[in-house]
Every structure is written in structure tokens, then in C-alpha cells.
């Protein structure tokens, strides 16, 4: 190992040693003591984001050989995960604590997955793209059903892990497949391998491609593979929820992009159509069943599949046009960032809230506008954003998105009035918590007293929604960045 790979790697290093440090440290402490492994896993979270840091400037660094890869799509993804691995703490000391659970071992899977979210856009490798996806995945099977007294946390954990290790064996036999088929596991050297397969080959190319996408739907809860998500984050504590929606669902993104626009460009042609249909399908369920929920977390599981399909529908465009791939990458990675803040913020609040009220009906936001109003407006700001709305950040996300299907023309067109449609049907259901926390009233409006943390996640949440509305070059420019990263 050189002292460049060794560089290169520090963020994912850094995670590393929290991991055992956390297990470490639980493993000795008294029962009463198990929160420490908060703090231990904040200060390595925060140290991991440091190490990103010192990254930046540098170019392109490439370790072990090609498979483990630092330029600006990593760094930017690295960057992001650790973000949101502080925000995921902040809102789980006080829910974890009274909660009951075992604090020591919900830290270590917690940063464990927090690990893979870090390697998965560094690795330009097959085989390394696996092994990152499952140690998301593999904690997160625990972490869905750790309220081990509740019925719907254990159903829900179930089907986490029986339609995970399904979509796992599918993935992976996808990957052989085309390890197989080109004798390469590192990303660019499958893309050149792959202009020389013809006839049969080629065929069973494209099954392969296929197997591997089911995969990564799976992990985004893209349709048909979404009917985990619901139960699952309904069942999970609304931290882990938090995490689900957000980390693991932009680290499945950041595997696919990586896939799609660098190891199987050169079959877009056959895969595109398939992502033009899985976005279509994707935005309309998840916007039409979000309609019918009463239950607040099981609405946001509803709204991160209908925002899958919007994520989806740039990998529709991926023709031979680089210029047009470049903006469809750059919406993309720009629209996951702003998809997690908003979404961060929402679940800020519902944390809050689930204190009080622990079904989380949507009703049981009635009056929080009297009750805990920074609260209320942050979760407003939330809402809107989701539903696209100006003036907040994710009006501009989708416009990027819907702006690179302008441009790419022909069914671009069609895709485009699609999400318009679906927009503007997510308004319905968006709404509806801001309409109960103003002009509801609550049986009980006693003043709601969040931890500060909770209280400032939600607040810089709704700062920043506010920020890349009015300064919508700032996150854009990262996108752009990130797509030069990946030439």
C-alpha cells in the first residue's frame, strides 16, 4: 500500500476505527453508560468529514489498483454521507435513550452502515460495489427491527431481509454474469470489454444488466420492488427510518450511477426504455397510495418511492450525446442532495413529535403551529420543498431534472409531462401536514419542548431549502463537478 491509497481511503479508515471504537467501548461500559456510543460515533463522524476535507483539491486519486476510486463524485458522496450520518445521531440520542433499545449495538450497525455508504461511490469495481452495497444492507436488516416488542417492527424487518436477500442472489448473479462475459470487475475496463461482445453474448449481456438493475431497485424502492418499504419504515424507529430513506437510499443511487453511466453506457440503447418505464411506474404509485395515508412515517415511505421515480428518470436520457448525459448525471446528483435535506428535516420533526404521539398519525400534527411553531415551519418548509414548490430548494431540483428531458427530446418530452402531472398530485398529500399543524386543533397544545438538536436540524433543514432557492448555482455547480469526476 502506498501512502496515497493510504490517504485516499482516510475518510472510509476513519469510519472503520469508530466502528470497532464503539463496540470496543459498549463492550466495557455499564448499562447505563451505553449512550456514550453516541458522542464516540458523532466525534468519528465528524473526524471522517474532516478527512473528506483534506482530500479537497487533488484530482483523481486512484487506489489498490483502479478498483477504489477518489475524485469529486466520491468526495461530494463522502462528504454528503457523513452529513448525514451526524444528522441521523443528532436525532437518535434522546429516541435510542428512552426508547429502551440496546444504544452500544444500534451505534456500531448504525456506523457500520455508515461505512458502506462511504466505500459505495469510491468503488469502480464490481466486486467492491457488492461488498459495499450489503454492508448497508446488512445492518440495516437489524436496525429496521430493533424494537423486537413490536409486531409491525418485526414484520417489517422480515420482509427487509427476505426481499433484500432475494434482490441480493439476483444482483449478484447478474455480476458473475458479466464478469464472465468480459473477463473485467473494474467498471471502465466491463465498458471497454463490452464493445466487443456481439451476437449471444451480447443478448446475455443485456440479462445480466438487467439482474444487476433489479438489485439496486431493490435498494431504492423502485417499483416492483418497493412494497418493503412502507412496513419497514413504519416498523423501524423514526431514526433508522430517517436513515433508510435518505442514506442508504442515495448510497443505492450513487452504486447505480456508477453502473449506468460508466460500465454500461455503451447498452443504453436496450436499458434506457426499461428505466423509462421503472421512473413512470415508480413516481405515479408512490404519488397515488402516498394519497391514502393517514400514518405519517408510512406517507414519507410513500414519498421516497414517488421520489425514486424522479431520480430514475434521468437514467432514461443516457444516449451516445456526452453533453446530455453530463446534465442528466449533474440533475441527478444535484436532486439527492436536496432530497435529503428536506427529507432530513421532515423526520427532525417527526422524531420531535413521536415523543408525544408515537403512532404518528398525520392528526397528531394538528396545532403544532401553537404548540412548538420552529418546529411547524420547518416542517412546513419540508413538505413544500418535497412537493416541489418555489420558494424552496426542491423546486429547483426538479426543474433540473425536468429541464434535462426537455432537452433530450422525443420521449424526454413525454417523461417530463409525466412528473409535471405527478407533482402536481404530490401537493395533495404534502399539504396535508402543514393544513393540520396550522388550522387543526389539537386536544392537547401544551408547548412541545424538542431537544436542541432535533430543534436546530430542522431549522438549518429549512435555512438551507430557503438558501439553494435563492442561490440554485451552488448545488448545481457540485453536480456539474461531480460529473467531471467521473470522466
Known amino acids: 500500500m502506498r501512502s496515497g491509497d493510504l490517504h485516499a481511503i482516510a475518510p472510509a479508515v476513519v469510519m472503520a476505527i469508530t466502528v470497532l471504537a464503539v463496540l470496543v467501548v459498549d463492550a466495557f461500559l455499564p448499562r447505563r453508560h451505553a449512550w456514550f456510543g453516541m458522542p464516540i460515533a458523532l466525534i468519528g463522524a465528524v473526524a471522517s468529514f474532516v478527512a473528506v476535507l483534506t482530500l479537497i483539491p487533488g484530482g483523481t486519486r486512484v487506489a489498490f489498483g483502479g478498483h477504489y476510486v477518489v475524485d469529486d463524485f466520491t468526495l461530494l458522496f463522502q462528504g454528503f454521507f457523513c452529513i448525514v450520518a451526524i444528522v441521523v445521531l443528532a436525532l437518535s440520542l434522546r429516541y435510542i435513550r428512552e426508547g429502551g433499545f440496546y444504544q452500544g449495538e444500534f451505534y456500531f450497525l448504525l456506523m457500520t452502515a455508515f461505512l458502506g455508504c462511504l466505500l459505495m461511490p469510491a468503488s469502480r469495481d464490481l466486486l467492491m460495489l457488492f461488498i459495499s452495497l450489503e454492508l448497508v444492507s446488512a445492518p440495516g436488516f437489524l436496525m429496521a427491527a430493533f424494537r423486537k416488542g413490536d409486531l409491525k417492527g418485526n414484520e417489517g424487518g422480515i420482509k427487509f431481509f427476505i426481499i433484500g436477500v432475494l434482490s441480493t442472489a439476483v444482483m449478484l448473479y447478474g455480476m458473475s454474469m458479466v464478469i464472465g462475459l468480459t473477463g473485467q470487475t473494474q467498471l471502465r475496463l466491463v465498458a471497454d470489454a463490452i464493445t466487443g461482445l456481439e451476437g449471444a453474448r451480447l443478448v446475455l449481456l443485456d440479462a445480466s444488466i438487467l439482474f444487476v438493475v433489479v438489485g439496486f431497485a431493490f435498494k431504492v424502492s423502485a417499483v416492483p420492488f418497493q412494497f418493503w ?55 405515479t404509485l408512490g404519488n397515488l397510495v402516498a394519497l391514502q395515508q393517514t400514518q405519517f412515517v408510512r406517507l414519507l415511505a410513500y414519498s421516497s418511492i414517488a421520489q425514486a421515480g424522479y431520480l430514475l428518470l434521468p437514467f432514461a436520457l443516457v444516449s451516445s450525446d456526452e453533453a446530455l448525459n453530463a446534465e442528466a448525471f449533474s440533475a441527478t ?61 426542491g423546486f429547483w431540483g426538479k426543474l433540473l431534472i425536468f429541464q434535462a428531458a426537455i432537452d433530450f427530446g422525443g420521449y424526454g418530452v413525454v417523461l417530463a409531462a409525466i412528473m409535471v402531472i405527478n407533482s402536481v398530485i404530490s401537493v395533495v398529500y404534502y399539504l396535508a401536514v402543514p393544513r393540520q399543524m396550522i388550522f387543526a386543533s389539537a386536544e392537547d397544545e401544551r408547548p412541545l419542548r424538542p431537544a436542541f438538536l432535533i430543534s436546530a436540524v430542522s431549522v438549518v433543514a429549512m435555512i438551507a431549502l430557503v438558501v439553494i432557492f435563492i442561490i440554485p448555482n451552488t448545488l448545481a455547480r457540485l453536480g456539474d463537478m461531480a460529473v467531471l469526476g467521473m470522466g
Not at 229 to 246: C, I, K, Q, R
Not at 339 to 350: K, S
Open 229 to 283: 418499504a412502507p412496513d419497514t419504515y413504519e416498523g423501524s424507529p423514526v431514526p433508522v427510518a430517517a436513515f433508510l430513506a435518505v442514506a442508504s437510499k442515495a448510497a443505492g443511487f450513487a452504486g447505480l450511477l456508477q453502473l449506468m453511466f460508466v460500465a454500461f453506457p455503451g447498452r443504453a440503447s436496450t436499458w434506457a426504455p426499461l428505466f423509462a418505464l421503472l421512473s413512470v411506474l415508480t413516481m
Open 333 to 393: 446528483v444535484t436532486y439527492i442532495l436536496i432530497y435529503g435535506v428536506m427529507t432530513l428535516g421532515a423526520f427532525a420533526v417527526a422524531t420531535a413529535v413521536a415523543r408525544r404521539h408515537p403512532r404518528l398519525l398525520i392528526g397528531d400534527f394538528a396545532g403544532l403551529v401553537r404548540s412548538a411553531p420552529v418546529l411547524a415551519i420547518g416542517m412546513t418548509a419540508c413538505m413544500v420543498s418535497l412537493a416541489g414548490i418555489p420558494p424552496t430548494g
